[in-house]
């Protein structure tokens, strides 16, 4: 079955960084676009950042300039590496896998101090 398992999440001071793994079994990795999306309790999640399989991207317009999506087809494997956090960033983010229907993995706290 599909599994998303994220990692590296943490508390940071403000301008820190963080870079969070997601590892993603149960289906042919390379050909599907992958996805990192955040919630903050009471809120809805929204995407942060998107990769194709041929690389291309795309960012929420607040954290373009600072996040960077990527993935390692080898390792069945997408990053997320987040810097100059603030404490807007504060929040639970997921990996996601968007195939017959949405898979999510269990999300890793971000927290950002100010």
């Known amino acids: 079955q599909v599994q998303l398992v994220e990692s590296g999440g943490g508390l940071v001071q403000a301008g820190g960084s963080l870079r969070l793994s997601c590892a993603a079994s149960?289906?042919?990795?390379?050909?599907?676009?992958m996805a990192w999306y955040r919630q903050v309790p009471g809120e809805q999640r929204e995407l942060v950042a998107g990769i194709n399989p041929d690389h291309t991207t795309m960012y929420e317009d607040s954290v373009k300039g600072r996040f960077r999506i990527s993935r390692a087809n080898a390792k069945n494997t997408v990053y997320l590496q987040m810097n100059s956090l603030k404490p807007e960033d504060t929040a639970v983010y997921y990996c996601n896998f968007a195939g017959p229907i949405n898979y999510w993995g269990q999300g890793t706290q971000v927290t950002v101090s100010s």
């Open positions: 149960g289906f042919i990795f390379s050909p599907k676009s």
